[in-house]
């Protein structure tokens, strides 16, 4: 059994403010990572660890992939950690992964100035890749680091948007880093010039003369969707990805604060397992956004809030007991009758009986729209609230709210899938829960 890259999967939100692809009000990189996840393990396999990587962590002081891990339905025993910082979290993540096994989920939403370089030419995304022993897509064959301490982009703690140095003092140290670090890849495997590149940095300079500083006989290919911080290398990875050719090789550049290298051989499985929707592919499915409500999802504006009181804060223990639930999306199937219930239920309410119920996870299903409201009146962060009632492929039904939706465009019988988001945040704390979205073509 070789080890290696199993799989990898990429998810770009729906929205666009001009080009760029931006998260929803309801999407931070946790629900993000989750939806990437998601994909990469609709086969059903069972990671070693779940390693998530973000320069935006939705907290702080508490880990971020316990929330992914849940959300995933995982056994408990899998390790769940949090790399945050920056995109040399992600490299970290990945050879970490690479050598022991484990999922990686890369994923920021990045916020620049109104009219900014970092506003225009920044993207929100995650992308997830499942590395372990099996019969792999592509494998690792080559390693190479430098680390240099120098003042190109930093961000405190506490600020929302981050700074950058004049660009050309950065092209200065990262260009040598970057050749310096590609050679030394390259030479352990005795090749002279990778069939692709993908390179990631946040520096403007080096993005625009990528080609000029290394250069793949195929592609020299960055995130394309810009600079989209620690989930940059990964999705420019995975571009690559759904296009390469079996016995390709791949070389991923790194380039933050140093330059980290990875260099992967492809396999004649790549062709049969590539994601299902390639990066491409979601970039083309976009839904314009208006510059003030963007702005207004970043905090960078207030708009006039909703007139109705605020929810209270999510409570720990009610949250702990319902966690199969609320992050999970678990129902119960009843083992006498088959009544599918959801949420959960201890009696049955097709047969009244209280038998052992047994889990009913449909957090992976599709559903069909039975009736939907649209309420303009309740507390939302971005109004109006869309809810539908839902009744899900398998069995069971449930109320949920309905995310992305144009209410003038929704339809009695139209299918949805099932999306993990953030409904609201009070007294600090995110109060993550499952959406219905509309399946594309509807």
Same mark, same amino acid.
């Given at each position: ?6 799989g990898y999967a990429t998810y770009l939100p729906v929205h666009r403010f001009g080009k760029r692809v931006v ?6 990189? #946790? ?37 992914? /891990? ?25 050879? &970490? ?39 792999? @897509? ?19 703690? #506490?600020?929302?948007?981050?700074? =950058? &140095? ?38 403007? *300079? ?8 290394? $250069?793949? =006989? ?6 394309? @969707? ?6 940059? *290398? ?8 759904d296009s390469a050719d079996p016995g390709d090789t791949i070389l991923v550049l790194s380039a933050v604060d +140093?330059?980290? *290298? ?12 590539? =994601? ?14 208006? =510059?003030?409500?963007?702005?207004? &999802? ?27 639930? $609320? ?30 119920? !047994? ?27 869309? !809810? ?7 069995? +069971?039904?449930? #109320? ?29 704390? /995110?109060?993550?829960?499952?959406? *219905? ?6």
């Open positions: 059994m070789d080890r290696g890259l199993l998260a929803g009000y309801d999407e931070d990189s #946790t629900t993000m990572a989750v939806a990437a996840a998601q994909t990469v393990l609709s086969g059903g396999a069972a990671p070693a660890a779940v390693l998530f990587a973000t320069s935006t962590p939705a907290y702080a002081d508490k880990t971020n992939a316990t929330a992914v /891990h849940a959300a995933l339905g995982l056994p408990e025993r899998t390790l769940a950690a949090d790399f945050c910082g920056t995109g040399r979290s992600a490299y970290a993540a990945m050879r &970490w992964a690479a050598e022991a096994g484990g999922l990686v989920i890369c994923a920021d939403v990045r916020v620049g100035r109104p009219g900014s370089v970092d506003e225009k030419l920044g993207g929100d995304g995650a992308a997830a890749l499942l590395f372990g022993t099996g019969s792999p @897509i592509a494998e690792l064959i080559a390693t190479a680091s430098r680390s240099e301490e120098f003042l190109d982009r930093w961000r405190l703690p #506490t600020a929302l948007i981050g700074q =950058q &140095w004049e660009e050309r003092f950065g092209f200065e140290r990262y260009s040598a880093l970057i050749r310096a670090a590609a050679a030394e890849a390259l030479d352990a495997v005795g090749i002279g010039d990778a069939d692709h590149v993908a390179l990631a940095c946040p520096n403007p *300079a080096v993005v625009k003369r990528a080609e000029a500083l290394v $250069k793949g =006989q195929k592609s020299t290919v960055i995130s394309p @969707i810009g600079f989209s911080g620690a989930a940059d *290398a990964a999705i420019a990875l995975s571009a690559v990805l +140093g330059c980290d *290298a990875l260099v992967l051989r492809t396999t004649e499985l790549l062709a049969s397992r590539r =994601q299902p929707t390639s990066v491409a592919a979601q970039l083309e499915n976009g839904r314009s956004v208006p =510059q003030l409500t963007y702005l207004s &999802w970043r905090g960078l504006v207030e708009l006039e809030p909703p007139r109705r009181p605020e929810p209270d804060r999510v409570a720990a223990p009610p949250a702990a007991r319902a966690a199969e639930w $609320k992050f999970g999306l678990r129902g119960s199937r009843c083992r006498d009758c088959g009544f599918v219930h959801l949420p959960p239920a201890a009696v049955c309410r097709g047969c009244g009986r209280t038998a052992p119920m !047994q889990p009913e996870p449909i957090s992976n299903r599709e559903g069909t729209i039975v009736t939907y409201t649209v309420d303009r009146l309740a507390y939302s962060p971005s109004p109006p609230m869309v !809810q539908a009632v839902v009744d899900v492929d398998g069995g +069971g039904r449930c #109320t949920v709210e309905v995310a992305d939706a144009d209410p003038d465009a929704l339809r009695v019988g139209a299918r949805v899938r099932f999306s993990f988001r953030r409904l609201f945040t009070a007294g600090d704390i /995110h109060d993550y829960f499952w959406k *219905a979205v509309l399946i594309d073509g509807q």
